[in-house]
């Protein structure tokens, strides 16, 4: 049997052994402690540069807008050589599917005598026009029809052109600048037609296919004589389109027709004619 003396000794060097095992375990956690805490600190500093970067530096940055130059003075207002017959006949023929409903006016005698005031109330302004029967009397009255059975409400203006060509098209109910009002009438054009800011004129696909969509002329347009001028704009109208072009477009058309959907959208909330 084994001694007291020898029990002893095997009872300490058993606590030793347990002594030195839990010093072990406390040497690892602190080990792991410590490694943590770096793995922490290291998260928290990328962390900051990270986000001090992010807030430097936008994701996704617009690149700048060209400046827009538009003139000042007003184009002297259009007028024909000589005067038209007074009435005239105008003829609205089916052409395709109309974007909205909508009833083509009257065929039949309109007179080519005085004007009709008209707003459009846009989310961006009023623009006031001045609709001249006495340059386009078809157009004029279609444009009226059109506004009184509101088929312009709720529409955007779906291009605009600074550069070249400065205009803003509207009038098509798709905002896509395929769609009409399911009618069509002839040009009220004349080989002495110029263009120029403040003019008011018919968006058309080729000869004698006039039907909703129109354009507002706020600066340089050296265009051809082929596009029907209906009327006039207000000065207090261009300030709200002049600001729409400073704001840009997103190009969306400058492989084709020029121009693209502005920056700043136009949406109509209704024309109302006095007439």
């Known amino acids: 049997m084994p001694s007291n003396e020898q029990r002893r000794q095997a009872a300490k060097r058993k606590l030793e052994r347990q002594m030195e095992r839990r010093e072990q375990q406390a040497k690892r956690r602190r080990v792991i402690t410590i490694g943590a805490t770096i793995v922490v600190v290291i998260a928290v500093v990328i962390g900051v540069f990270y986000f001090s970067r992010s807030g430097d530096e936008p994701a996704a940055q617009q690149p700048p807008q060209p400046q827009v130059n538009i003139p000042t003075e007003l184009a002297p207002p259009p007028a024909r050589p000589a ?7 105008c003829t609205y023929r089916p052409d395709g599917q109309a974007s909205k409903p909508v009833q083509p006016p009257a065929n039949g005698e309109v ?3 005085g004007t009709v005031q008209a707003t459009i109330d846009t989310n961006q302004g009023a623009i006031p026009l001045t609709l001249d029967r006495s340059l386009a009397p078809c157009t004029v009255n279609s444009f009226v029809s059109l506004a009184k ?11 605009i052109s600074t550069e070249g060509l400065q205009m803003l098209q509207c009038g098509d109910p798709t905002g896509q600048g395929s769609g ?6 002839d040009d009220e054009t004349f080989p002495e037609l110029k263009y120029g800011r403040g003019y008011l ?7 004698n296919t006039n039907g909703s969509q129109f354009f507002m002329v706020f600066g340089d ?10 009327g ?4 207090e109208g261009l300030k709200v389109i002049d600001d729409v072009a400073r704001a840009g477009h997103d190009g969306a058309f400058d492989s084709s027709a020029g121009g693209g959907h502005p ?10 004619v006095q007439a």
């Open 180 to 185: 009409g009002p399911g009618y069509a009438f």
């Open 232 to 235: 006039t704009i207000s000065p």
């Open 263 to 272: 920056t700043k959208p136009v949406t109509f909330n209704k024309i109302n």
């Open 221 to 230: 347009a050296q265009l051809s004589p082929d596009y029907t001028v209906f």
């Open 149 to 159: 059975q509101s088929f312009y409400d709720g529409t955007n203006c779906h291009r």
């Open 201 to 207: 004129a018919m968006a058309n696909s080729g000869p």
């Open 83 to 89: 005067p038209l017959a007074d009435p005239v006949s």
């Open 111 to 113: 007179s080519s005598k």
